[in-house]
């Protein structure tokens, strides 16, 4: 143990004032998000993945030694048995009793062994703030008598161990360690459910920013989906170590995200037959990409160049997204569309943070000048003739030729099955150009 695993001394986070936690956290995924918003926060934070590190931190950093340590926050959706066991184990410190504790508990498993339900508790998914508000009410308003509560996970199996005894064996007069000893024997051989950890991190998009909650799983190396919500879409994203692997979209309506425009742009299947795929019998619900690689319309690197392309789209289009609620929920397995693409054309999160800020930039650039999505264009047919159709790029003429004062910016995306942005970028350069122009309202006069 180093005080690395800390990441921050008392000193740094703020003086002798800084809060300290003794977290203690199995899942090091999940251990590494909940330590980031408390470090944010201010908290001197010490995480602890074994039973001995949480042992080590108390010593040094416990009441009876440098006294940095002012709460104990114990992590049991992952194993419950551990972190009793733990708790125990923390106890004997000298002094450790008297600090107050907090329990991540899961919704499956609220009370996850006896006695806890005398402690603070705090049910996963939770927000940071969440986190931050049970925290500073433990520490602040510790109730009397912590000592007892705290060993009542330990005095309260035992009493039930000794009652349940002394019913079926009358005869049997076993001392206290004896029972003890019995009961961590139990206690090992019990077969407890285990609950996965579920959601480990929620955010509120209108304070946090999209980049940062993707580089910060980056970084983690994280596996698993993350929930986007605004207005009424939703948006996954599913993360593998470093790498977008795929990424749905649902209840858009300014654009159309969905798998099937990019196949079609790709040039793998024509309208038709995606349209013969998409509306045939579906019993067991599954996606559109999944059904196109079954039945052998797409081949695995097909595939896997069409999910890059859509989680690409998707990526620019939810990181202009300033409001609703963000969520990450650690998964051990991939979903199985995303798996029959791995190995293939891979999308790391970099990149596709890389062209979503490309994209910003370019609106910036455009500024009040960007066509909106509702917007009508006209053509300049004097101009566009004077240049002829070998002065125009294919992309061009295809928004030309869908300029007929009557679609939007949304219906010539959805004709050309290329994006509102790519639409919206075309129309801004023949505007400047004086080829295109803003469909203007017809004057209307009152009465003379």
């Not at 004997?92 to 907090?102: H, R």
């Not at 994203?237 to 858009?252: F, V």
């Not at 970099?350 to 800020?357: C, W």
Request: charged share 25%.
């Amino acid at each position: 143990m180093t005080d690395s695993n800390q990441g921050s001394t008392p000193a740094e986070a703020g003086g002798a004032t800084a809060p300290g936690v003794l977290y203690f956290d199995p899942n090091p995924t999940t251990a590494r998000l909940a330590t980031a918003g408390l470090r944010l926060a201010g908290y001197v934070v010490y995480t602890a993945g074994t039973k001995t590190e949480a042992v080590e931190f108390c010593q040094a950093h416990g009441p009876s030694a440098d006294g940095t340590i002012d709460v104990l926050l114990l992590d049991t959706a992952s194993s419950p048995e551990l972190s009793a066991s733990v708790l125990k184990a923390l106890i004997q410190v000298p002094g450790a009793s008297e600090l107050p504790g907090v329990l991540l508990v899961s919704r499956a498993n609220p009370t996850p062994f006896p006695g806890a339900e005398g402690l603070p508790s705090l049910k996963r998914p939770f927000t940071t703030p969440a986190l931050l508000k049970v925290l500073r009410e433990a520490i602040d308003e510790t109730p009397p008598g912590r000592e007892q509560v705290a060993q009542r996970s330990g005095n309260e199996a035992l009493a039930r161990l000794e009652l349940t005894l002394k019913e079926h064996f009358p005869e049997l007069d076993a001392s206290s360690d004896k029972l003890r000893a019995l009961q961590s024997s139990l206690v090992a051989l019990g077969q407890l459910p285990t609950p996965g950890s579920g959601v480990s991190l929620q955010a509120n998009l209108e304070n946090t920013r999209l980049e940062s909650l993707l580089a910060m799983l980056e970084d983690e190396a994280a596996r698993g989906v993350l929930e986007l919500t605004h207005d009424g879409a939703l948006a996954r994203l599913h993360l593998d170590r470093g790498r977008i692997r795929m990424a749905e979209i649902s209840g858009t309506r300014d654009e159309d995200l969905r798998l099937g425009r990019f196949v079609v742009e790709a040039g793998f299947l024509g309208d038709e037959a995606l349209e013969t795929v998409a509306t045939a019998p579906n019993p067991h619900g599954k996606l559109l990409g999944e059904r196109l690689l079954e039945e052998g319309q797409l081949r695995r690197g097909e595939l896997a160049r069409v999910l890059i392309n859509q989680a690409i789209e998707i990526v620019c289009h939810v990181s202009s997204w300033s409001t609703g609620g963000a969520s990450f929920a650690v998964l051990d397995e991939l979903h199985p569309l995303a798996r029959s693409a791995t190995g293939r054309a891979e999308l790391r999160i970099s990149d596709a943070l890389l062209e979503a800020l490309r994209r910003e930039a370019s609106r910036a650039e455009m500024g009040p000048h960007m066509p909106h999505v509702d917007e009508v264009y006209v053509r300049n047919d004097a101009e566009v003739a004077r240049v002829g159709r070998n002065g125009f790029a294919r992309e061009e003429l295809g928004i030309l030729e869908n300029l007929n004062g009557r679609n939007s910016v949304k219906d010539v995306a959805r004709k050309t099955r290329t994006g509102t942005f790519a639409v919206a970028s075309i129309l801004y350069r023949l505007d400047r150009a004086r080829m295109v122009h803003r469909r203007r309202a017809p004057l209307t006069t009152g009465p003379n």
